[in-house]
């Protein structure tokens, strides 16, 4: 099953700017797996050393957490998208912002 | 006649009044060696260490001419910020807009709801860049609305540490501190106190903490190898640098609560964790003071507490 795994700013680092990746896999748990064998050096940054999720990464299929569904076994279709939503609003990279002091005031 | 006088007094007074002059609270009392303690910033008004900043930073407007009484404050946060605009907006008579990570957590929502503020939630993958740049784009493209704070670059976020915090801090250890730690999101807090501090005595260390991984769970802090810095980010401030893993930080901040009966968030457990890291490499008359920045009230849904 063929899903598209969009991807944090704070991690498209490790994507070579990616912000979507599409990876061939039947649950969620899969997906996540083959896209830290693609991108290996986002493996430490989405698992713990005990192989399991880090908890300040939640993980969305179709919009619909899955701690609602099966965790991170729940099963995926072909065309379905999983994104990786850190669990804080703030304090990620902002890679992507071309920030400069503005003279806006 | 006294309690006359102090009832006029008390009667001109707002929320605003009671921003800043936070407790310096000993931490870790039964530990050995150099001395740690944590300025109590979760006892500001709105909950946090922003209040300082917000307040300054709508002063100024007020002062300069900038925020009329025609004006929308605007702002880009991820939360606390937002919660502290929202609340001198409130007090103050000005309508409130601030761009919001949908992912922010509902407690900051709701909050925010609470003082009449007006949201814009942003792309949650885009995180606070998000939020900035439609802050950012709102302010360009609707000059005559808009009053855009910017924390972010607005000089008044740093100067409100480097004449409050500041001075509190070398007052409450009687000039004797040697180390500050904190960590960073705008920089303000680090930046304007450490200025200060050094100005004070160059000997003192000031330090900033920082989260070991560019994704993490430590709210409001930026991993700044590789961030766009705040216009007014310094590294001639910096002696050193500590790094603090998610998982370390909140354990800190569950034994802070369970064990001290200090109840704050994530971000003031990673800068106790970096304190105490500090002061195991330091002789026992050192003083090491840090930030606690908000109150774990903020963070009552996240499973930190479950």
Redesign the interface.
């Known amino acids: 099953m063929s899903v598209t795994i969009?991807?944090?700013?704070?991690?498209r680092?490790f994507t070579d700017g990616l912000?979507e990746v599409v990876v061939e896999a039947a649950t969620v748990d899969e997906a996540l797996r083959q896209l830290t064998k693609n991108y290996a050096d986002l493996k430490?940054?989405?698992f713990?050393d005990d192989e399991k999720l880090?908890?300040?990464?939640?993980v969305y299929l179709n919009d619909e957490d899955i701690r609602s569904l099966n965790g991170i076994t729940a099963a995926v279709k072909s065309g379905d998208t999983i994104?990786l939503?850190?669990?804080?609003?703030?304090?990620?990279?902002?890679?992507?912002?071309?920030?400069q002091?503005?003279d806006?005031? | 006649m006294v309690r006359s006088i102090l009832w006029i007094i008390l009667d001109c007074m707002t929320i605003l009044d009671v921003v800043g002059k936070t407790p310096l609270v000993p931490l870790f009392a039964d530990r050995a060696g150099a001395k740690i303690f944590g300025k109590a910033e979760f006892l500001n008004p709105s909950g946090s260490v922003k209040d300082r900043a917000a307040k300054a930073m709508i002063f100024d407007g007020i002062k300069?001419g900038?925020l009329t009484k025609n004006k929308t404050i605007l702002d880009a946060?991820?939360?606390n910020t937002g919660v502290a605009l929202a609340m001198f907006g409130a007090v103050l008579g000005y309508r409130v807009t601030l761009c919001?990570?949908s992912?922010?957590?509902k407690e900051?929502k709701r909050v925010l709801k609470a003082y009449h503020a007006e949201i814009i939630a942003t792309n949650?993958?885009?995180?606070?860049?998000g939020?900035?740049?439609k802050a950012?784009q709102l302010?360009?493209e609707n000059?005559n609305i808009y009053f855009?704070s910017?924390q972010?670059?607005?000089p008044e976020n740093w100067k409100s540490h480097y004449n409050g915090t500041a001075l509190e801090i070398w007052e409450q250890t009687e000039h004797n501190l040697t180390h500050f730690v904190a960590g960073m999101?705008t920089s303000g807090t680090f930046i304007g106190t450490s200025r200060r501090l050094k100005e004070l005595n160059p000997a003192i260390k000031t330090i900033p903490m920082q989260?070991a991984?560019?994704?993490?769970?430590?709210?409001?802090?930026?991993?700044t190898e590789?961030?766009?810095?705040s216009?007014f980010y310094d590294t001639s401030l910096f002696d050193g640098q500590i790094d603090v893993t998610?998982?370390d930080a909140?354990a800190m901040t569950q034994q802070l609560a369970g064990k001290y009966g200090l109840f704050v968030g994530i971000s003031s457990g990673a800068n106790v964790l970096a304190a105490v890291k500090l002061a195991e490499t330091l002789p026992p008359d050192a003083i090491v003071v840090t930030i606690l920045c908000d109150s774990g009230f903020r963070y009552l849904s996240?499973?930190l507490w479950d």
Do not use: C, W
């Not at chain 1, 969009?6 to 991690?11: D, E, F, I, K, V």
């Not at chain 2, 994704?215 to 991993?223: F, K, N, Q, T, W």
């Not at chain 2, 590789?226 to 810095?229: A, F, G, M, N, P």
């Open positions: 969009q991807l944090p700013t704070a991690l680092t912000s430490r940054h989405l713990d880090r908890s300040f990464v939640n994104m939503i850190p669990a804080i609003a703030g304090g990620v990279q902002y890679k992507t912002v071309t920030f002091n503005t806006l005031f | 300069t900038k946060t991820s939360g919001l990570p992912n922010a957590n900051r949650p993958l885009e995180s606070s860049d939020a900035l740049l950012r302010a360009v000059p855009y910017d972010y670059n607005n999101g989260p991984s560019p994704l993490h769970g430590l709210e409001g802090m930026r991993h590789t961030t766009i810095k216009g998610t998982e909140r996240d499973e």
